[in-house]
């Protein structure tokens, strides 16, 4: 077997694989008696049929089952001594099937993996922005609190305003007549809060108990029932009741309304500072983390794989629609086809894809290796947020090798953003607490 290998691209080879007529019988012969062997041929004794026969019977048998022993050894043969790293599928030409007394060969396009050399990781200069928590955030903390358990209080005669929760009676007309979906009686709203399409809730405002409203607006394009998007409707409105938002008093009432059940106010606040603590660490690790690995992205540029790009995307493209229809929508309501999102995802799946051959080689330079010590270190702090079911969580991860090789990915690119921090030069920025949530919201 003769095997080549030519550069048809930066990233791309096309291997030629030959094998001669004699070698092509040998295979012919040895495929041939380890059939005669085990079939069972009518007016045949096991073992006895005649090889012609079997070949002639055979023919397209043996030739597709010694066709595929030759194109893969051909093809491990050129990975092995030319130390090919292939990506996807190769693109496979062949010249003739196998036959008898005839050479055999064919050629295979494929992508390789890029040698990355890594660049610009080491005495890397990094700004990392801190932030102390302070009792403004804390005040802060608690009236947030204070609006999640708000309650409402009917007022009587009170004309509506944004942030009051209103009883709703409502009819919807198009072109003059009702349609299915459009009424409700009793419907609780809150206004302001953007539930129903825009520009209805703010025809809303200053509506009283005892008096009727036309509201008028316009369905959006994209609207989910199809018979009414881009229509003009009005709605025909009246209200039972206007409940006005009551926010309860910051005491110790509101820490055992938070779970506080001994401490009251101060110890709600103590709990509040750890956890805005906890909040402020995590914040300032993700940011410096998200600049290291733009510095490495911008540090090394080198080409990528097409069917490695392509793979990525489309996984890109899957895992979006399971999210859209988890939330119940789908790409196509708003015009997303698989070309639109395969453009808006590719920069940021090439920009995954450079980053983790980066931190790879990386890692393979400065021999940084995964231990059981760090992935066990690893999966406690991923079980700490299931609580009384860590150990179940642990179980699941370590039953599936699929997870544990995520968990060692996740490991691997941690000790390289360590070595990176260890080696580098770090600089502290002071910034508000606000700011550095934002940047990581």
Request: aromatic letters at 4%.
């Amino acid at each position: 077997m003769e095997v080549t290998v030519e550069q048809t691209g930066a990233l791309e080879r096309t291997i030629t694989v030959r094998v001669a007529a004699d070698q092509v019988n040998a295979r012919l012969e040895a495929e041939i008696s380890q059939l005669a062997a085990t079939i069972k041929l009518p007016g045949f004794r096991p073992g006895k049929a005649p090889k012609k026969h079997l070949e002639n019977r055979f023919k397209d048998h043996l030739s597709q089952t010694i066709m595929e022993q030759l194109m893969q050894e051909g093809m491990g043969k050129a990975v092995q001594e030319h130390a090919l790293r292939t990506v996807g599928n190769p693109e496979l030409h062949l010249e003739a099937p196998v036959t008898r007394d005839q050479p055999f060969g064919f050629t295979a396009k494929v992508q390789i993996m890029p040698d990355v050399k890594p660049q610009g990781y080491q005495g890397m200069t990094l700004t990392r922005r801190v932030a102390e928590v302070t009792d403004a955030d804390i005040d802060t903390a608690l009236e947030q609190r204070r609006e999640r358990h708000a309650g409402y209080e009917t007022r009587e005669g009170r004309q509506a305003a944004s942030g009051d929760q209103i009883v709703l009676n409502f009819k919807g007309f198009v072109d003059g007549e009702a349609f299915e979906g459009g009424s409700a009686e009793g419907y609780v709203l809150e206004l302001g809060g953007g539930r129903f399409i825009p520009g209805f809730e703010d025809q809303l405002i200053g509506l009283a108990v005892g008096e009727e409203r036309t509201v008028k607006v316009t369905f959006p394009e994209n609207y989910g029932a199809p018979h009414l998007a881009g229509k003009a409707a009005e709605f025909q409105c009246s209200l039972s009741e206007v409940r006005e938002r009551v926010l309860p008093g910051i005491d110790d009432a509101l820490a055992e309304a938070e779970g506080v059940k001994e401490g009251g106010l101060e110890a709600l606040k103590t709990r509040i500072r750890q956890d805005l603590d906890r909040r402020a660490a995590s914040a300032m690790e993700k940011q410096l983390q998200r600049r290291i690995h733009d510095g490495l992205v911008e540090a090394n540029a080198f080409d990528l794989p097409s069917k490695m790009v392509d793979r990525e995307v489309e996984a890109m493209i899957e895992q979006f629609k399971e999210d859209t229809v988890a939330r119940g929508m789908t790409p196509d309501q708003h015009g997303l086809t698989d070309d639109v999102l395969a453009n808006e995802f590719k920069p940021t799946a090439e920009k995954r894809l450079r980053l983790g051959l980066v931190l790879g080689a990386i890692a393979k330079q400065e021999g940084l290796e995964v231990n059981d010590e760090r992935v066990d270190a690893h999966l406690n702090k991923l079980a700490e947020v299931y609580g009384g079911r860590a150990a179940e969580f642990k179980r699941w991860a370590r039953e599936d090798e699929s997870r544990m090789d995520g968990i060692r990915g996740a490991v691997l690119e941690e000790m390289v953003n360590d070595w990176i921090k260890a080696h580098g030069v770090i600089t502290d920025e002071s910034v508000t607490l606000d700011a550095l949530l934002a940047e990581n919201a």
